[in-house]
């Protein structure tokens, strides 16, 4: 399977959701976090530093789960200034 380049808006987002998960995470720790949404805290680590910038969707939704944030804020949070985003 080939994967195609990332674009700079795809490093840009990955790098929102970094921040808006560290930021709801707090004082909680990545290792509880991550146990919470059934991910690997290596996982976590690597979404919060942007080193997956394009996370599954069902990891980002277990993340907002656990974290307490509405899908909608983190479409919001991560669509690249400019760009359209619509909540349905």
């Not at 970094?18 to 004082?27: I, V």
């Not at 980002?60 to 400019?82: I, R």
């Amino acid at each position: 399977m080939v994967r195609v380049p990332l674009t700079p808006a795809d490093r840009e987002r990955g790098e929102r959701l970094g921040l808006l998960l560290r930021e709801a995470r707090g004082d909680r720790s990545l290792v509880e976090v991550a146990a919470a949404a059934g991910i690997s805290a290596e996982t976590l680590r690597k979404i919060e530093t942007g080193r997956i910038p394009t996370p599954a969707f069902f990891t980002v939704a277990a993340l907002a789960n656990t974290l307490g944030l509405s899908l909608d804020t983190v479409a919001a949070t991560t669509t690249p200034a400019g760009a359209p985003f619509t909540s349905t």
